[in-house]
């Protein structure tokens, strides 16, 4: 299986999520085999995109949750509001609300709880930054970041994980990382979450790939058995872009499909 995850971020209004739910969905029209595709549009749009997509295979995702169900936490938004909205995944941890909002390893390991325990999939974010990079340090901030966020965490029964890799530097730069690095990388995740939940059955942790992906690079990533899917931030509300992303990961699953 291959994921794309469309995250929308703060660039679209309610009517234009609505316009380019359906777009997206219409990438995946006439085709054997689809990605598996989550959409993930500002919290003002959820309601009108989970209209959009509610007969089709795409799930919803939202870009963010608080720790607790309920509450006085004015401007937050919890795990059951969102549930009825028909929401089954959520971003958690992405670099943007680290680095913007002060969001800790300890923050998102509460939130990472918190979703798991009501049975929605966490899209959980790591990655370092340019400096830690180049200071040879981005193995150890990856392993920080994902010992503290998974502090824990337990997966039973139909529970899944997504890791998704996304290097500070490349997101939004323009500037996506080489294969290369993205593989070494993944493989280092991957042995990380085999340590931590040795147990888990095939297909209930995947790791993506984000970071300036694009219509461009998208299939460079993708054809690679290490990389699971990709979280797309700009290209995902630009259709021609996006199409196109949509097109490598399904151009990828019929490669593999047995004669």
């Known amino acids: ?14 009517r234009e999520s609505v316009a380019l739910a359906r777009a997206s969905l219409l990438t995946l ?29 795409a799930a919803i995702g939202a870009q963010n949750l608080f720790w607790e169900p309920t ?7 919890s795990s059951r509001q969102l549930l009825e909205l028909g929401v089954s995944h959520v971003i958690i941890g992405h670099s943007e609300r680290r680095t913007q ?13 918190q979703a798991l325990s009501e049975q929605m999939t966490p899209i959980l974010c790591v ?3 340019k400096g830690e990079r180049e200071a040879g340090e981005a193995r150890a901030v990856v392993e920080t970041q994902l010992a503290t966020a998974l502090r824990g ?39 990380i979450l085999a340590n931590l939940f040795p147990d888990a059955p095939a297909g209930q942790m995947a790791i993506l790939y984000g970071g300036s992906v694009d219509g461009e690079n ?13 979280l797309v931030g700009g290209a995902s509300v630009k259709i021609n872009q996006f199409k196109e992303i949509v ?8 490669a593999q499909r047995p004669e």
């Open 153 to 191: 965490v337990r997966l039973h029964g139909n529970a899944r994980l997504l890791i998704a890799y996304e290097p500070v530097w490349a997101i939004g730069a323009g500037e996506s990382a080489s294969v290369g690095d993205v593989i070494e990388m993944h493989r280092f995740i991957r042995s």
């Open 101 to 113: 909002l002060g969001e800790t390893d300890e923050m998102v390991n509460k939130k990472v709880l």
């Open 71 to 77: 509450g006085s936490h004015t401007g937050e938004t």
């Open 1 to 14: 299986m291959k994921i794309v995850i469309a995250n929308w971020k703060m660039n679209v209004g309610v």
């Open 218 to 230: 998208a299939y460079r990533f993708l054809r690679e058995s290490e990389v699971d899917g990709v």
């Open 127 to 129: 990655g370092e930054s």
């Open 29 to 57: 029209r006439g085709r054997k085999v689809i990605p598996e595709l989550v959409i993930c549009p500002p919290f003002v749009a959820l309601s009108e995109v989970r209209k959009v997509v509610a007969r089709s295979s």
């Open 247 to 254: 097109e490598a990961a399904a151009e990828v699953l019929e």
